[in-house]
């Protein structure tokens, strides 16, 4: 178990590009709920950010692993996969869940 072993799935182009084609069907996701949602609007301009290409999804991939357990212990299970174990399904529920935070981050910068 090694911060090391996080760090290069987070840098990995593959994991990375993965990331970011689930953000979009999150930002998609978003951009389509009910405008009564919780921070919509910072939701929705985040969601139009991640849309634009604004977003850096190696950043986000860190975020990612760092903020579910499920995922970063399918990497330390095995490293040199570099998060090819990780399921899509588990990438979109992370992504979905940090979605708020992430949002409101870029809100307030």
């Known amino acids: 178990m090694s911060a090391l072993d996080l760090i290069a799935t987070a840098s990995n182009d593959t ?8 953000m979009f069907k999150v930002a998609q996701s978003v951009a389509s709920e009910d ?3 919780a921070d919509h609007a910072a939701r929705i301009d985040y969601a139009g950010m991640v849309i634009r290409g604004d977003e850096k ?6 975020h990612v692993i760092s903020s579910n357990p499920t995922i970063a212990a399918a ?19 992370a992504l979905a ?11 307030a910068a």
């Open 15 to 22: 994991f990375a590009g993965r990331v970011m084609m689930i």
């Open 35 to 37: 405008p009564a949602t």
């Open 57 to 62: 999804p190696k950043l986000v991939s860190a």
């Open 75 to 93: 990497i330390e299970s095995d490293p040199g996969a570099y998060g090819s174990n990780v399921p899509d399904g588990d990438i979109e529920f």
């Open 97 to 107: 869940s940090i979605w708020t935070a992430r949002s409101l981050a870029f809100a």
